[in-house]
């Protein structure tokens, strides 16, 4: 017992020393701002063949902070995450298309304006509709938070259609082309940009409930960075460098000369292929899979630690740490993993004041998550070892700490090694959701490539076929170490 704590103790005292050395670290450097993004949201923001970061907003962006004197890191969250990021405090702003609306100026402070947006409504191509008063008793696809929502949302009841939420645009766009919604309601710079880059849907109304763009940072605080957008968005409009960003990404051949720069290293044009997706973007794809497996082995190892730990706790002969065993591993597998995600890290950081790095929320939420079954099956392991033994071994003189050290826990362990090769499994597949708190793990990865070239059926294959062939080499190799240890 008093290994497994050391070994607990040392693992949390890394980590403690990494967060603060990152705080310290983003302290010193006073001029490099976070600012969180959604590079699934074309033409404001999204990732070239290149799979750099491209867009009205990117550009703007860096031609701001390079005319101001100040860096930027940008992090590739999503919209919801960039939100909940910047009222949290993990970053110093974001800029993702986002409307400035009344409700919103409750929690963020807006720049000026540097684009105005209007909201269209899209059909599948063939499709009669052609008007909302046609939408009565239909489904409705539109993306979580953004203005098109807002829109659906506040006309739902008046033309009698219902309404149905998605985190990124792809899902809403093959949502209404494989028939499940009727229609969906998107800004109409960024549906203009998805339809003349193949996207098989129509407009069918006007630019209507027409808003303005800005850059965002949380009310009351970081209004330097605010005052620094304002002024270098100032002087890119005095200088006429604004006005080529904005034609660059929406005048009617915008789409294609974006293209062309995209792909200036190739003679020929994007291969859509699933091979040719798999060529383009192979960096994006190793670097997805090295994120996951990094969470994967650190996430399991600290679970690994954390659940045998409670589930020690729970077979002492002591009420309270049964008791404490108990409520530990109830209160965490009866959590959603992504609420536990967004809860350390969005809702942690306000409650502390602090900043917790993206990858030690996603390693912390695997161990509370995966450590809370870890221990069960532990405590279910120990139980299952017939009581006759500790008997015997207490009957013979030993004492409670080295009857379990010698005997119970060698019988208990095998009982509990196919448990522990089915958590690394699931604990493998649960990074999946870890995407939510901006995690570049392969998930995210393969949004962030589908917002550029739309082809959500073949990159999903390829994402899923790739978890299939790691999942079957570790069931492998857990399968060797079983019969080793067995043997």
């Known amino acids: 017992m008093k290994k497994f704590i050391a070994i607990l103790s040392a693992v949390c005292g890394l980590f403690m020393l990494g967060f603060f050395g990152q705080n310290n670290h983003v302290q010193a450097a006073e001029k490099t701002y976070t600012i969180d993004t959604d590079v699934t949201f074309p033409p404001f923001v999204y990732a070239n063949t290149q799979n750099k970061y491209v867009g009205i907003d990117i550009e703007l962006l860096k031609a701001i902070a390079k005319e101001e004197g100040f860096k930027v890191n940008i992090r590739p969250v999503g919209f919801n995450a960039a939100v909940q990021s910047v009222t949290a405090g993990q970053a110093d702003g974001m800029i993702a298309g986002m409307s400035i609306t009344e409700e919103r100026k409750q929690k963020f402070d807006f720049s000026d304006p540097y684009y105005s947006a209007g909201i269209v409504m899209a059909v599948k191509e063939g499709s009669g509709i052609k008007s909302l008063s046609e939408l009565k008793g239909k489904r409705v696809a539109v993306k979580t938070g953004t203005a098109g929502a807002d829109y659906a949302n506040s006309i739902k009841d008046k033309y009698g259609f219902e309404v149905v939420t998605f985190d990124d645009s792809d899902s809403v766009y093959n949502d209404v082309i494989n028939g499940n919604s009727a229609a969906c309601f998107e800004d109409s710079a960024v549906m203009s940009y998805a339809i003349k880059n193949g996207l098989g849907l129509k407009v069918v109304t006007k630019p209507t409930n027409t808003t303005e763009v800005g850059f965002a940072v949380k009310k009351g605080e970081n209004q330097e960075l605010l005052k620094m957008f304002n002024e270098g968005l100032a002087k890119l409009k005095a200088n006429g460098q604004y006005e080529k960003i904005i034609k660059k990404y929406t005048s009617g051949t915008a789409t294609s000369e974006t293209k062309a720069k995209d792909t200036s290293s190739s003679s020929s044009s994007e291969d859509r292929t699933v091979m040719g997706i798999l060529k383009e973007n192979k960096s994006a794809f190793i670097s997805g899979i090295l994120e996951t497996l990094k969470l994967t082995v650190v996430g399991i ?149 589908i917002a550029r070239n739309l082809e959500g059926f073949r990159v999903w294959a390829i994402v899923a076929v790739i978890y299939l062939v790691i999942i079957t080499g570790l069931t492998l190799l857990s399968k060797w170490i079983e019969r080793r240890i067995n043997n």
């Not at 309270?320 to 109830?330: A, N, V």
């Open 301 to 449: 190892f600290c679970a690994t630690i954390f659940g045998v730990l409670i589930g020690l706790l729970g077979v002492l002969p002591n009420k309270f740490c049964r008791g404490l065993s108990t409520t530990i591993i109830y209160i965490f597998r009866g959590l959603p993993l992504i609420v536990l995600a967004l809860f350390i890290y969005n809702g942690v950081p306000t409650l502390i004041g602090t900043k917790v790095p993206a990858f030690l929320a996603g390693v912390i939420t695997l161990m509370l998550n995966e450590g809370a079954y870890t221990a069960a099956f532990v405590k279910g392991g120990i139980e299952s070892v017939d009581k006759g033994q500790m008997e015997a071994a207490r009957s013979l003189g030993m004492p409670f700490g080295k009857s379990m050290r010698r005997v119970i826990l060698p019988q208990g362990i095998k009982l509990m090694i196919p448990s522990f090769i089915n958590q690394f499994i699931i604990t493998l597949k649960d990074t999946s959701i870890l995407s939510v708190i901006g995690l570049l793990e392969l998930t995210q990865t393969g949004k962030i490539i």
